[in-house]
């Protein structure tokens, strides 16, 4: 089987896009984890473990923009899409797929190991 495929009920229906606000997060607890969901300006959706790879600072509470969020520790802007911090910072947080349907959100709880997290 193909390593990329994912098993289709692993989808999980988490609510819809209007529970989380323009350029903002929601969380949702997996177990242990906690996965920040992200709505960007232009209603893009993605999930990271709601922790910076720096000090585990707590993303849902960072700022979102330009396809990224900014952790509100110590300013480390991470990608919203594959968890890396970018600029002359190093490290990442797993990464979660995300899929809309209509307004429906829904999330993968299986990482996105194809991009390292």
Known sequence: MNALTRDTNAWRLIGSIDDIPSQGARCVKNGETTIAVFRTADDRVFALEDKCPH????LSQGIVHDGC?????????ISLETGAATGADEGRTASFPVRLDGRDIYLN??????MGA
Not at 55 to 58: L, R, Y
Not at 69 to 77: G, I, K, R
Request: with cysteine; hydrophobic share 30%.
């Open 109 to 114: 709880l299986e990482p996105n190991l194809e």
């Open 69 to 77: 969020v900014t952790c509100p520790l110590h300013n480390w802007v």
């Open 55 to 58: 000090k585990n600072g707590p």
